[in-house]
């Protein structure tokens, strides 16, 4: 297995830019969330799904969406960047609660 | 309040120290896992509880679920340990500590 799978690993954007920021798993997870985190500063939950077709708002979604058409997948998008979306971006997932937690490798970005 | 707590924030010891983490939460939960996290790197997981104890080299982990508590012990603390360490409990959702940033002079 891969595992969780993030692209890509960095991005420079402008100011009113838009892009997505990939992330794939083949554990067959139903369980995949989006945090950000800020230097210095603990894991902050954007977006998160329970399953294909579903997906909820975490602590600061405000700026991004997401789609879950797949298992594998959970896309984030930043439809117009901004300074203070400036982090670095962490894809996780898990199959159930008693179970291993599987991070992908992290997206750093910066808008300017 | 926050749902979990850790303590303490930053720790600096001496190589060879024996390190205690400490994580406390107040939601119900299923699993609870202690992560790390280097410098300017991703995040790895170390253990995952849902009872007792667990151990893996220098590294122990427990958790008490009756007291909402768990610790992470580093016996014969190295330099390489330096890293955040973050607890994060599965319940309805992830909720993660703040980290504890731990800094072993040689």
């Not at chain 1, 909820?56 to 594998?72: F, L």
Request: aromatic share 8%; with cysteine; hydrophobic share 35%.
């Amino acid at each position: 297995n891969a595992g969780v799978t993030q692209t890509p690993k960095f991005r420079i954007l402008k100011i009113g830019q838009s892009m997505t920021l990939q992330c794939t798993q083949d554990m067959n997870h139903n369980y995949m969330y989006w945090y950000r985190q800020d230097p210095g500063m603990g894991l902050k939950l954007i977006y998160y799904s329970v399953g294909a077709g579903i997906t909820d708002k975490g602590e600061v979604p405000n700026g991004y969406n997401v789609s879950r058409s797949t298992t594998e997948d959970f896309p984030l998008r930043l439809e117009l960047a901004a300074p203070s979306q400036t982090s670095v971006y962490f894809c996780a997932s898990i199959l159930w609660g008693n179970s291993p937690l599987h991070f992908g490798n992290g997206t750093r970005l910066t808008v300017t | 309040k926050n749902e979990v707590e850790q303590s303490p924030q930053n720790l600096t010891a001496q190589e060879g120290e024996f390190i205690t983490i400490n994580c406390s939460y107040s939601v119900g939960i299923s699993a609870l896992h202690w992560l790390q996290q280097h410098p300017g790197g991703g995040i790895v997981s170390l253990f995952m509880l849902s009872s007792g104890k667990k151990k893996h080299g220098r590294l122990i982990a427990t958790i008490n679920i009756q007291e909402k508590h768990s610790s992470l012990h580093i016996t014969a603390s190295h330099p390489r340990d330096s890293a955040v360490y973050i607890c994060a409990v599965i319940g309805d959702k992830i909720i993660f500590g703040k980290g504890t940033r731990l800094h072993i002079l040689p």
